[in-house]
């Protein structure tokens, strides 16, 4: 329950990061008209108000210079994720120090570039949770199809599927998303994302194509099929959400595999393009300095408990499903 608390706590942080940290206003009047400039760090498209002169995504300034009646409400932080605070951006703020350490103006401190680690790190919540769901959100589609249909029709149809899954498993995602990358002119965080998707199904469709060939067998679909129900709906309203319960399990462990994997190639540098701050990316900054110990101990501590939290969940998820764990329990 407190990982379920943490990762509760995790996408609070992601969904609200702007509103935590960043240099754009939430919510600003300017000229008569009301702006919500930290929309941009969702997708720059919906900065395209303020993007230009005068403000140059530095706002505190021209504001009040081109218009002394606007009015702004800022973030809890004032840092930037993908760039350093400049001198006097903020009335009276010294620019952000290179390589420094912990302060009261950089609560995780700098990398070498003056980006603040805190506002990447709180930024890069959402890169890794969103690698995590919308990966496994694929995984669990198609495994769940191919699963379903193996299980239930049987026959050639089963022997089809399960070496076309057979032949998935042998496929090694990191060598794929690093071909991948080879291969597209410029590569996305969403084609990360759906290499990661489309090569971690596997075990979600033998799960669940094990547990059809037991649950096809239950009196109920036999009678469902008496009273001419079609396959469809007995696959999808009857025998599926039987089926669930077990392979919430492995979708969970995968989120934290998939959470895994996007931190590994930041770290390698084949991770989530600029300026989509990441996790694997400010460990990779800090290999070259080991001085520089803020720069490996926050993010280091961030994946960490993450990915904890996600195994956690998921052998809790798992001790509920099988009578044989939860009744040795106790």
């Given at each position: 329950m407190l990982a379920?608390?943490?990762v509760s706590f995790l996408a609070l942080v992601a969904l609200f990061s702007p509103a935590i940290v960043g240099t754009k206003p939430l919510v600003c009047r300017y000229k008569g008209q009301l702006y919500f400039p930290c929309l941009g760090y969702y997708s720059p498209r919906w900065e395209a108000a303020f993007s230009g002169a005068p403000f140059f995504k530095r706002y505190p300034k021209p504001l009040k210079e081109n218009d002394p009646g606007s009015w702004a409400i800022w973030p809890l932080k004032y840092n930037d994720p993908s760039r350093a605070v400049?001198?006097?951006e903020v009335?009276?703020?010294p620019a952000n120090p290179q390589s420094s350490g912990p302060t009261w103006l950089n609560w995780f401190g700098t990398d070498s570039r003056g980006f603040d680690v805190f506002a990447q790190m709180v930024h890069g919540t959402?890169?890794?949770l969103l690698v995590g769901f919308v990966s496994m959100g694929i995984a669990a589609a198609i495994g769940l199809t191919f699963g379903s249909i193996a299980g239930y029709y049987g026959g050639w149809t089963d022997i089809v599927l399960s070496r076309v899954i057979e032949v998935v498993m042998c496929?090694?995602?990191?060598?794929?998303?690093?071909?991948l990358i080879a291969v597209i002119e410029k590569p996305t965080t969403m084609h990360?994302?759906?290499?990661?998707?489309?090569?971690?199904?596997?075990?979600?469709?033998?799960l669940v194509r094990g547990e059809f060939l037991k649950l096809k067998q239950m009196e109920y679909v036999a009678a469902a099929k008496v009273l001419g129900v079609s396959s469809g709906r007995i696959i999808f309203r009857y025998l599926l959400p039987n089926s669930?319960?077990?392979?919430?399990?492995p979708i969970t462990f995968g989120v934290a595999a998939a959470i895994l994997i996007e931190?590994?190639?930041?770290?390698?540098?084949?991770?989530?393009?600029?300026?989509n701050p990441s996790w694997g990316q400010l460990l990779r900054s800090g290999q070259s300095n080991y001085q520089n110990w803020w720069l490996i101990l926050f993010p280091g501590l961030g994946i960490f408990l993450t990915v904890l939290a996600y195994n956690l969940i998921g052998e809790g998820l798992q001790e509920a499903t099988d009578p044989r764990l939860r009744d040795g329990g106790r």
């Open positions: 379920l608390v943490f400049t001198d006097d009335p009276g703020r959402r890169t890794a496929i090694p995602t990191l060598i794929l998303i690093l071909a990360m994302m759906a290499v990661i998707g489309m090569t971690s199904w596997t075990g979600i469709a033998r669930l319960a077990p392979v919430l399990v931190t590994a190639l930041s770290y390698i540098g084949f991770g989530a393009p600029p300026p």
